[in-house]
């Protein structure tokens, strides 16, 4: 018999920008995170959930994507609008036209502005900073360099999935891995560390020593844990971040110092780590029911073996699933006009 019961609750951040998760309450991400379940229930079971009836969201990307521009195009479609696609080299930013002016005229056509801008240290999240400064629709972080919160949000909600609400005391190891294929974004693993803390979970970084991350987002990592009272470590090889870990997100990154300028030196780099591969020896290190994570693509081969990424500890398909839940829960609650309301499941 189940010990749950369903509650109506009511929510809405409109006009709230999602940038980074530092910026929204332990509460508030709770929240996004209840919606994104309840949109997920509504989807799977064909009930309409059109909050965003006619509203238009602007996606401007400035770097590649498969998970975050499908997920933010057929879910603003789910939710009743629609999404225009746009990438920078066909926008007059191409030309040099300012944020300023491009966060004025696209709130005046439309209700949100998503954008990607992940590549060049530095640039991404003080651009989408500057069009939030002067948009009057909400703008969110659809990767830049510091963050990628629609990325960390889905993550949190897989692991909730999977190992229930309560996260305080699990240990999860974010690690570097080898990846020939481009100088990734570091705002995956900076993001994780920011976030996970708040929620009880104790993280252990490993990276080789270029390939450091923001030292502000290190900092943010500390206090968040300090301030939850959870572990946050440093180690230099993957293997001690990979001991005891309950789950595991091992993935690659560029080097902070190049990687926006000369994107070839970090690769060049990297190459005397072509042994920080995610494989089953390594897994094993990890607790026995260990999850593989990874928000991906993932460069099969270098940054993980088949046998891991298809293998029983692997559930990078929910995860990259949860993206669509997650993106939808940030529009609705950030540009519906009234308020959401949404069943959350509470104990009996
Ligand atoms: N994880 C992620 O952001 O995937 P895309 O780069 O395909 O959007």
Not at 116 to 145: F, K, S, T
Not at 196 to 216: K, N, Q, S
Not at 249 to 262: A, E, F, Q, V
């Amino acid at each position: 018999m189940s010990t749950q019961t369903l509650t109506t609750k009511r929510a809405l951040f409109k006009g709230k920008d999602y940038i980074t998760t530092q910026e929204w309450t332990k509460e508030q991400i709770d929240v996004l995170l209840d919606v994104a379940v309840d949109l997920r229930r509504k989807f799977k079971n064909r009930i309409p959930h059109r909050f965003l009836q006619d509203q238009t969201v602007f996606l401007m990307f400035f770097d590649k994507s498969t998970r975050t521009r499908n997920s933010f195009e057929a879910g603003m479609t789910q939710l009743g609008g629609h999404a225009h696609f746009l990438t920078a080299d066909v926008m007059q930013v191409s030309h040099g036209e300012s944020p300023k002016d491009t966060g004025i005229i696209l709130s005046r056509y439309g209700h949100g502005i998503a954008i990607r801008h992940d590549l060049i240290p530095g640039e991404g999240n003080a651009y989408m900073r500057e069009v939030a400064r002067w948009a009057d629709a909400p703008v969110i972080n659809m990767q830049c360099d510091v963050d990628h919160p629609c990325q960390t949000l889905a993550d949190l909600m897989t692991m909730r999935d999977k190992l229930g609400h309560n996260l305080r005391g699990l240990k999860v190891a974010v690690s570097w891995a080898y990846a020939p294929s481009y100088a990734k974004p570091l705002s995956v693993p900076q993001g994780l560390i920011m976030l996970l803390p708040r929620f009880g979970i104790d993280v252990t970084l490993a990276h080789p020593p270029e390939y450091f991350l923001m030292p502000e987002t290190m900092a943010a990592a500390r206090e968040n844990a300090r301030q939850a009272g959870t572990k946050f470590e440093v180690v230099g090889s993957m293997d001690d971040a990979f001991r005891d870990a309950d789950i595991v997100i091992p993935k690659s990154w560029g080097c902070l110092d190049t990687m926006g300028t000369r994107p070839e030196e970090s690769l060049r780099i990297a190459k005397q780590y072509t042994n920080w591969i995610c494989d089953e020896r390594r897994m094993g290190f990890a607790r026995r029911n260990s999850l593989y994570m990874h928000p991906l693509p993932a460069d099969r081969g270098n940054e993980v073996t088949d046998a891991v990424i298809d293998g029983p500890h692997s559930v990078v398909y929910d995860e990259a699933e949860n993206r669509l839940h997650t993106c939808k829960s940030i529009m609705a609650l950030t540009m519906a006009e009234h308020e959401i309301e949404y069943l959350v499941e509470t104990p009996a």
